[in-house]
């Protein structure tokens, strides 16, 4: 059974803008929760330390190296993605990967190559050890 699904609709950006426009140049920019000093990328629209009530006060930014490690990896005929830890957040993400005849466990950010925000990365390095 196959199913063709369209939607056509627009997404404010709300307090996001300057996360989604540093994606677009292949910036990092993750959020810091000045409470408890918690870095996420992607950032979170309220910590952890606020949630369930309590002090809302906004996010402040901090730029990332862009540098990551690969966790796990899927690839398929709708593209590669991975779950990754970027270097100083204390979240992880899942990404899509552009060079997908890359192997390796160190990636970097890179610009989308649409000109839409996205979490994209290259692989560069350290080939991933598999057992067989
Ligand atoms: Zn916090």
Not at 16 to 26: N, Q, R, S, T
Not at 60 to 87: C, E, K, M, N, P
Request: hydrophobic share 35%.
């Amino acid at each position: 059974m196959k199913h063709r699904l369209t939607l056509d609709y627009a997404l404010g950006r709300g307090v996001l803008a300057p996360y989604l426009d540093a994606l677009i140049e292949g910036v990092a920019l993750a959020g810091h929760c000045p409470h408890c000093g918690r870095t996420s990328f992607p950032p979170e629209r309220r910590c952890r330390c606020t949630q369930g009530g309590g002090d809302d006060t906004a996010p402040g930014w901090v730029r990332l190296t862009g540098q990551a490690h690969i966790l796990f990896r899927t690839d398929g005929l709708a593209g590669s993605f991975a779950l990754a830890q970027f270097d100083g957040a204390d979240n992880q993400t899942v990404c899509r990967i552009a060079n997908p005849p890359g192997n390796g466990s160190e990636a970097r950010l890179v610009a989308s190559d649409d000109g839409k925000p996205g979490i994209v990365v290259e692989i560069t390095g350290e080939t991933i050890e598999t057992t067989e």
